[in-house]
């Protein structure tokens, strides 16, 4: 009762709802309702957002597919590793449930025994002794004399090795005990002998085919026919497993004819042993895919087996083949070692096995440990020539171009016979140019940017030795990283001074750019012997080229920093260290001079001197890269000259000094500027920033001699009279004859920088 009481409590809601489900479904039966409308006035989203709503949906569907990704890639060894438990784990299933399925049939067989034997001794005596005349007159069956005749067969079929006919006999067995057990055609315990009959073959013969794979004599059809007729048997991952150990084996026996003591060459000992062991997994890739098909159980097992190969091979090549290369520094050796191993690695990728990344990750310690080897051999050669370096530019010696491997039509070595470098020069750019030539497996195993890095390393530390070869570096510049303690042949004229600026501008504006372009794999075959055809440097370079040749130039632009700096103290300064460049030079004219021959001061003739016969040196050195020698006497103008803009002691005279500014002082000073102005502008290295902080300089001289009271217009002359007399002390210190005006050229790296006038300074500052 009081369950059927809760039965019709719980029953009440249940109608209520269905009548309340009834009832709200009554609006959709109405003959006026509109879907579209229905919709819309229940969607609360308009078109926009739903938009976003599928983007971010679709958003959040890419996360989550590389999120999978990314775990199956992380997890793919413990994949690996729990499907080959798994597929072991069938296996012992299987098995355990064939001994079930004997002992079930055992039992079985005992209690039907028992019971027949239970009824006999029950019956009565006359009974039984008319049963047993009844057996003894009757014939055995053809089913039971086939059953007492099987296992004999059997022996013989496994005896004779005849693995297809045991196994069809195998199967024809088991058809049959299935049959009598259904049909009751046998005897419980006959049934029971068959069934152990066949079970006690069925194992020999697996453990028969277990022995054949094993042996090394086994091979191919045979051991195929083997792995297969395991399978059949139900011992798929014994099989299996025996498959690739016995391939494992041949290899390992064929592996002991090869003896790396044999041969002093790596690559020969890489070719061979790479040839036996890619040979075998490939092989075992096939009879895999031959005897199992595409099972992912299987398919894992293989690919654990075939790194784990992989990994033994590339030990045995670091050991007997890398190992001495890579001390040595020679990285073209251990770079064809590399390739070798990869060609025929990468031939298994068509049977679905990538272990060319399993090579390069066991590689790249050795190839990198041969790279920077050979970067060291190639800084410590080019320094030990630095030590005994001349500073001559010359063409390489005709013994050079033969000795180098280089080829006739190498784009690098034709840029090098092209132009003079000196002796130290020429071993570097030689050295890195054969560095060059083996460049795959940098590439393959990601060591481009490494390369670079480590090129522009030792072009740094070259740098540093050619700054140590100027005068008076040794104090300064002695402990730049990468120089050390290394002695370097000083430059004691100006012509060597500059041969070391040709040195680092020609490898580090070309020649150095070429040479890692085939870092790049876009740019082999970029050049070729048809000249119409070369692809432009720009083109071809990569952004990280781009900005490695940045850093080069960066390196050259600290020797020419250095070599302006000097320079410009040698100018200023005296050896004891007083200064050529004073206030009272200028301070001093008013009053000390009955009459003065206009002329630019001592310094700024010997500025015009210095930058003159530089000129004249880098049209000799600098042969088709004119722009690098403007830039450098560009670069030594302005040292100068903002030296003089920053030199608070020299203007703290001229505005505060014990004495004004006086107008021949002012005249003078503005004459200097001018002449430099003029010189520079004729030379066409007349920059902006030297053009500004002229007009900044003069700006200064005139407010300092404006603040006296005077007006500067009513000193000053002309421009035409300052103009004459800078034109005619160019052509006296310069020797040339009258009439040479040195006009800009319109394609001057500096014709964009006016030569106005300085009038404009001049009413400005007087303003």
Request: proline letters at 3%; one cysteine or more; hydrophobic letters at 40%.
């Amino acid at each position: 009762m009081a369950s059927a009481k809760n039965a019709r409590s719980r029953g009440t809601p249940v109608k209520e709802n269905g009548a309340k489900l009834e009832e709200g479904l009554n609006f959709f039966k109405s003959d006026k309702f509109d879907a579209q409308s229905y919709v819309q006035s229940r969607c609360s989203l308009n078109e926009k957002e739903i938009k976003q709503l599928c983007s971010y949906l679709l958003d959040l569907k890419k996360a989550s597919a590389e999120e999978m990704r990314r775990s199956v890639y992380a997890n793919y060894a413990a994949f690996i590793r729990t499907s080959k438990e798994i597929s072991d784990l069938e296996g012992e299933l299987s098995s355990i449930r064939k001994l079930l399925s004997t002992q079930a049939a055992l039992i079985h067989g005992l209690a039907e025994g028992v019971h027949v034997d239970s009824f006999s001794k029950s019956a009565s005596d006359d009974s039984t002794a008319k049963s047993l005349s009844i057996a003894e007159d009757n014939e055995p069956s053809d089913l039971e004399k086939w059953s007492i005749e099987f296992p004999d067969l059997l022996d013989v079929l496994l005896a004779e090795r005849r693995i297809d006919e045991a196994l069809a006999a195998l199967d024809e067995g088991d058809r049959v005990a299935s049959e009598a057990k259904e049909t009751k055609t046998l005897s419980p315990a006959m049934l029971m002998s068959l069934q152990t009959s066949i079970i006690e073959r069925r194992q020999k013969l697996a453990d028969q085919l277990a022995e054949a794979a094993c042996q090394p004599s086994t091979r191919g059809n045979e051991l195929r026919a083997a792995i297969s007729a395991l399978k059949k048997l139900g011992d798929g991952p014994r099989a299996h497993s025996l498959l690739l150990n016995a391939h494992l084996q041949r290899y390992q026996y064929n592996m002991q004819s090869l003896r790396p003591s044999s041969t002093s060459y790596g690559g020969a000992y890489t070719a061979a042993l790479s040839q036996l062991v890619f040979s075998a997994i490939a092989q075992a890739a096939s009879d895999s895919l031959v005897i199992f098909g595409k099972e992912p159980a299987y398919t894992s097992e293989l690919v654990m087996w075939a790194t784990k190969q992989t990994e033994a091979f590339a030990l045995l090549v670091k050991r007997h083949a890398l190992a001495s290369s890579a001390a040595a520094g020679g990285l073209r050796a251990a770079a064809e070692c590399v390739q070798i191993a990869l060609g025929h690695c990468a031939l298994l990728e068509a049977r679905g096995l990538a272990l060319c990344p399993v090579l390069l990750k066991l590689f790249r310690p050795s190839v990198e440990q041969a790279l920077d080897a050979n970067l060291k051999r190639i800084e410590e050669s080019t320094a030990a020539l630095a030590a005994a370096d001349d500073w001559i530019l010359v063409y390489p010696s005709t013994a050079t171009r033969q000795s180098s491997r280089l080829s006739s039509t190498s784009v690098g070595n034709t840029a090098a016979f092209q132009h003079k470098l000196t002796s130290s020069a020429h071993r570097f750019n030689l050295m890195v140019q054969d560095f060059f030539e083996d460049v795959g497996p940098l590439l393959s195993m990601q060591l481009g940017g490494q390369t670079l890095e480590g090129l522009f390393q030792v072009f740094n530390s070259y740098v540093n030795m050619l700054i140590k070869a100027l005068p008076g570096s040794m104090e300064e510049e002695a402990n730049f990283e990468g120089s050390g303690n290394k002695i370097v042949s000083m430059a004691e004229t100006e012509a060597q001074q500059i041969a070391l600026l040709a040195n680092a501008s020609l490898l580090a504006d070309e020649l150095l750019p070429r040479a890692a372009m085939k870092l790049s794999p876009l740019n082999q075959g970029a050049y070729n012997d048809d000249s119409r055809r070369r692809i432009p440097d720009r083109q071809n370079r990569h952004p990280e080229q781009r900005e490695w040749k940045r850093r080069l130039v960066g390196s050259v632009d600290r020797l020419k920093d250095t070599f302006c700096r000097q320079h410009a103290l040698d100018l200023i300064f005296t050896e004891e260290g007083d200064s050529h460049l004073t206030a009272d030079m200028y301070i001093n004219m008013d009053g000390n001079a009955d009459e003065i021959e206009w002329f630019p001061s001592l310094i700024f003739q010997e500025l015009f001197i210095k930058l003159n016969r530089m000129a004249i040196l880098a049209a000799d050195m600098f042969v088709g890269r004119e722009r690098f020698a403007t830039l450098l006497l560009m670069r030594l103008t302005e040292t100068v000259i903002l030296w003089l803009s920053d030199d608070q002691s020299f203007w703290d005279d001229i505005e505060d000094g014990p004495r004004p500014l006086g107008p021949l002082g002012l005249q003078q000073f503005y004459l200097d500027m001018k002449f430099v102005i003029s010189f520079a502008s004729q030379g066409r290295y007349l920059s902006r920033i030297l053009h500004r902080v002229v007009n900044e300089i003069i700006s200064k001289a005139i407010a300092a001699f404006a603040s006296t009271g005077m007006d500067p217009n009513n000193v000053l002359p002309e421009d035409d009279w300052f103009n004459d007399i800078c034109q005619e002390a160019i052509e006296r210190l310069s020797g040339k004859p009258r009439g040479i005006n040195g006009e800009r050229e319109l394609n001057s790296p500096t014709a964009s920088v006016s030569a106005q006038s300085i009038s404009s300074v001049r009413s400005h500052g007087s303003s």
